[in-house]
């Protein structure tokens, strides 16, 4: 049975930061790709980051040079460094594996919320 299990989310100040964790299980970690995605109350879910099976990253733009997306293949872990967090960072954060080849399999996690405020 695949799980994707998210933690580190919670309440923190404006300017402050988060490290999100991802554990996976089920899968063979390394031949995926992995995702972070967010979604806020009464909007759609958006891409934060990625990182292939082969390390390369992309970001938002809106992360860019705030958010860090790494991946311990050891751990079957992938983590989501955020810093200079900000008001409308706040959302449900959801961690997504897709296989390199077979598109149906397509993981997602539970989701852990990011509450960013003073």
């Known amino acids: 049975q695949v799980q994707l299990v998210e933690s580190g989310g919670g309440l923190v100040q404006p300017g402050g930061s988060l490290r999100l964790s991802c554990a996976a299980s089920?899968?063979?970690?390394?031949?995926?790709?992995m995702y972070w995605y967010h979604q806020a109350p009464g909007k759609q879910r958006e891409l934060v980051a990625r990182?292939?099976?082969?390390?390369?990253?992309n970001y938002a733009d809106s992360v860019k040079g705030r958010f860090t997306i790494s991946r311990d293949n050891a751990k079957n872990t992938v983590y989501l460094q955020m810093n200079s967090l900000k008001p409308e960072d706040t959302a449900v954060y959801y961690c997504?594996?897709?296989?390199?080849?077979?598109?149906?399999?397509?993981?997602w996690g539970q989701g852990t919320q990011v509450t960013v405020s003073s």
């Open positions: 997504n594996a897709k296989h390199l080849s077979v598109s149906r399999w397509d993981y």
């Open positions: 089920g899968i063979i970690f390394r031949v995926y790709d």
């Open positions: 990182i292939t099976s082969g390390g390369s990253t």
